[in-house]
């Protein structure tokens, strides 16, 4: 709402990203593709992770913006989405694929963003545009291309070795040309980090939760009570 508003504020910290030659990001959590999503658009983002539908991506991409869709722990908006390259035809070089948030248990039993490949793949996308939307696209957006996001001379050596492109069977892994693993096993130590005590217990609500805390008790006698709720779409940010 700040920058469809053109809020000073949020306006000032656009101007100031630009003037630094770095990349608007985005966040539109709104289904309205109306006069607030123009007005966002026109205040400056580049890029928008938010969308759950089609026509998101769609109308993203028609407003010279740059269409991220997500699949994270919670996220579940690429299979709807990308129905904009596979059925619409647009050119995937304006979608990057993305996670917004993935659990420890996601990252260690399904992967980070070869899962989102994977996924992008099984939806019918050939696998070479599901690599690019997820390395080489990335990396010109954020205008980071002459260091990451291709295989050439003068780019640092971030490679995967993989034995089936479709699955995304990954068998070794290079940073910055060397080898950190194989066979899923790790080739070099990583060490342990202490976190101060600051960063530690830093939630504190004035007691212990307990189930009960929890609980909306009706009068005695009431057939009916108001009471405050919100509406879920499951594996989608809308409420």
Known sequence: PGVAANDPVMAG????????GKTVGGHYASRDLG???HGYV??????????????DAIARVRQGMKAMLRLGSAWYDVASQIK???ESGLDPRNFILCTDDSHSGTLVHEGHMDRVVRHAISQGLKPVTAIQMATLNTAQHFRLERELGSIAPGRLADLLIVSDLAAMTIDEVYGRGVRL???????IDIPAYNYPKTAKNTVKLGKKLKPGDFDIVAPVGANEVRVRVIGVIENQAPT
Do not use: C, M, S, Y
């Open 13 to 20: 910290e656009i101007a100031a990203t630009v003037r630094a």
């Open 35 to 37: 006069l607030p999503f």
């Open 42 to 55: 026109a205040g400056g983002p580049e890029d928008d992770h938010e969308g759950t539908r089609a026509e």
């Open 84 to 86: 904009a390259v596979t």
């Open 181 to 187: 693993a194989k066979g899923g096993k790790l080739d």
